[in-house]
C-alpha cells in the first residue's frame, strides 16, 4: 500500500517561536524528513546568513533526539508524534481520502456510529455534523422530498429536518407556507 502514496507525506511550514521571526519548513518524503529554516533579523551578523536545511532519512530521524527537539519547539508535539508514525511506517489512509469521498462513506453509518466517529477529530466531527451528509442521509431515506421539504431543509438545516417528527414537520411546512404566502400576497 505505500506505494499508493505521493512523494511528499507531509509538509508545514512554522514560525520560531517568540522572540524569534525565524521561518521554518517541514517536509516528509517518502524517504527523508527534510527540515529548512531562514533566519530573519535586523541584526547585522545575521543579515548574510543563509537559510539552512537537514536532511536525515526516516531511520536516522527517528534517533536524532536534537531534530525531534526542534521539531516539537517549531511545530508541537503533536505534529512530532505525526512524523515519527509516518517514518515508522504507520500511515493514516483515512485522513488522505477527500471530504466527498469521506461523507460518502459515513452516509452509510448507523446514527450510532456516525455520532462516535463525530467524537475521533474535529474533521470528523465537522464532516459529521455537515448538512451535506445529513442531505445524502435524507435522501437515501426518503423516496421523496419535495419542493417544499428541501425549502425547509435548506432554512432549518438537513440535520434538523431529519431529526424532526413527522407532526412537528407538516406544522413546519404548514408555517412555511403561511408565512411565504402571506409575503407574496403583500408584493404589488
Given at each position: 500500500m505505500a506505494s499508493w502514496l505521493p512523494e511528499t507525506l507531509f509538509e508545514t511550514v512554522g514560525q520560531g517561536p517568540p522572540p524569534s521571526k525565524d521561518y521554518y519548513q517541514l517536509l516528509v518524503t517518502r524517504t527523508q524528513v527534510i527540515f529548512r529554516w531562514w533566519k530573519i533579523s535586523l541584526r547585522s551578523e545575521y543579515r548574510s546568513t543563509k537559510p539552512g536545511e537537514a536532511k536525515?532519512?526516516?531511520e536516522?530521524?527517528?534517533e536524532n533526539l536534537h531534530l525531534q527537539g526542534q521539531t516539537a519547539l517549531i511545530f508541537g508535539t503533536r505534529i512530532l508524534n505525526y512524523v515519527i508514525n509516518?517514518?515508522?511506517g504507520k500511515f493514516d489512509f483515512l485522513e488522505r481520502l477527500s471530504d466527498n469521498?469521506?461523507?460518502n462513506i459515513i452516509s452509510y453509518l448507523d446514527l450510532e456510529d456516525i455520532a462516535r466517529l463525530?467524537?475521533?477529530s474535529h474533521r470528523f466531527a465537522k464532516l459529521c455534523m455537515?448538512?451535506?451528509l445529513w442531505e445524502q442521509i435524507v435522501q437515501s431515506t426518503c423516496h421523496t422530498i419535495t419542493p417544499?421539504?428541501?425549502a425547509l431543509a435548506e432554512d432549518t438545516g438537513w440535520r434538523q429536518l431529519f431529526f424532526t417528527n413527522k407532526l412537528q414537520l407538516q406544522r413546519q411546512l404548514r408555517k412555511r407556507k403561511?408565512?411565504?404566502g402571506n409575503l407574496r400576497g403583500k408584493q404589488p
Open positions: 536525515e532519512i526516516h536516522d530521524f527517528l509516518l517514518c515508522e469521498l469521506l461523507l463525530s467524537q475521533t455537515s448538512d451535506k417544499d421539504v428541501r403561511q408565512k411565504y
